[in-house]
């Protein structure tokens, strides 16, 4: 099975800045048996671009699941190690597809990042909270998604986080940088500005 993989924005985001970036997806939202795979997930779940397209192919979907039933394993943290030796990433976005689920799930994340110092990972999150009692590790980033129930908690004076705008124009008045078109724009590494803006499609 495929543990990284590349959407689309993924590869062009590769190629434009020359790296190697990854993604990992688990099932948006819920799984096929049920399991809420975004806990803290709002309003994003009526736009969720991870509920259709390509992400919903039939040919594409079960391995979501499939990634998903083993991150609740305890082979999750060796499995990716591999998948990280084998692919040799410089990036990884985790989740182009769901969220940290739950506090025992994040930490075999912080695990992954802590076996692998070199490469640096990120993800936009809803869970604002779970994310707020870790310590991250330096290769780890995390943009605060503006669209779940936890919005209140992000201190858009100094946390790391988005907002969706209509237009560029409206994006760039408003102070934020736009991410839209290169996903590690949205990353410490990149974009010393917090503000992350996304325009809405
Ligand atoms: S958190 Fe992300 S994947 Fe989950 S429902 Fe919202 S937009 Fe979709």
Request: net charge positive; aromatic share 14%; with cysteine.
């Amino acid at each position: 099975m495929n543990l990284l993989t590349q959407n689309s924005k993924i590869k062009k985001t590769s190629k434009k800045f020359g790296v190697r970036l990854f993604n990992f997806g688990i099932p948006a939202y819920k799984s096929v048996s049920g399991k809420i795979t975004c806990p803290f997930a709002g309003d994003c779940v009526k736009f969720c671009y991870a509920q259709k397209g390509a992400y919903i192919w039939s040919n594409v979907k079960p391995a979501f699941e499939k990634r998903y039933e083993l991150t609740k394993t305890d082979d999750f943290v060796n499995k990716m190690n591999e998948e990280i030796a084998k692919k040799k990433p410089d990036y990884v976005r985790v989740h182009d597809s769901g969220d940290y689920y739950s506090p025992a799930y994040l930490q075999k994340w912080l695990a992954v990042a802590i076996h692998n110092p070199r490469v640096r990972f990120y993800s936009y999150t809803n869970s604002v909270e779970m994310l707020k009692n870790v310590t991250l590790p330096a290769n780890y980033d995390i943009i605060f998604s503006d669209s779940g129930k936890q919005k209140h908690l992000i201190d858009e004076k100094k946390d790391r986080h988005t907002r969706i705008f209509h237009n560029h124009s409206e994006l760039i008045s408003a102070g934020y940088v736009d991410s839209s078109e290169y996903d590690l724009m949205a990353t410490k590494w990149f974009n010393k500005n917090h503000k992350i803006g996304l325009i809405f499609h």
